[in-house]
């Protein structure tokens, strides 16, 4: 069979990187999270105290930034910045405050979709973010777009904080979830959208291995198929 990139995009907490690092797992495919590349950076740049609206600290400080990913002994994806392991800290609503922000500078944008390329340039992998169907590989042979109904994309989000011992209100994660909607599908540089051949997947009333068992479905078609 051959290597197919699969690229799964949506709003945030509809259950991409779930879905993605499942289905990377079964189909012994590399999972890469371009979410948590965004949030490194938004990191670098919080903890360095980058000014987003000077382009030249801006450039800078991306040239001092490497994203890796680890994967751990219990097989899951880590991600590290310049060699430390940060996978716990950019999942903390510090960062989901600002990385919307971030993802809408163009230089980061570039930087970023650059590394990605080069990580899927030997195909097999799962890649999930917010224009990979677009932008990033848009000859991709899967393209998946999820949606979710807003309430239960903030119960999920709000579980998966408080498996990290992160307890938020659920009000305040609809705020948050509302507020990167609007910022990622309206900003200038690759918004948020589905790709035209994109199958969308409306994940608000059905489980996880049921979004994997689709996915991979779906990826199993493209999988036999020759190339045209
Ligand atoms: O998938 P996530 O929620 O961890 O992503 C965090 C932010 O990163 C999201 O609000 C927008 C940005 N992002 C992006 O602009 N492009 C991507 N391919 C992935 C994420």
Redo the contacts with the bound molecule.
Sequence with gaps: MRKIIIAI?GY??CG??TTARAVAQELNYRYI???????AV?LYFLDHHVALTNPKEVDRALQQIKVSFVVNSKGSSETFLNGINVEKE??KMRI?EN??Q???IRAV?VA?VEQ?RRMGKDRGVV??????GTV?FPEAELKVFVTAEILVRAFRRQKELLERDDLVDIDSIIENLQQ?DS??SN?AE?P?RKAEDATGIDTTHITIDEQVDEVIRLALTKMIRPPK
């Design positions: 995009d945030s907490a991409k990187s999270d371009s979410g948590a590349m965004y949030r938004t950019i999942r989901s990385v919307s971030v993802s809408t944008r970023m990605q890649m999930d973010g917010r224009d990979i990033v990167r910022i990622d900003r690759s948020l």
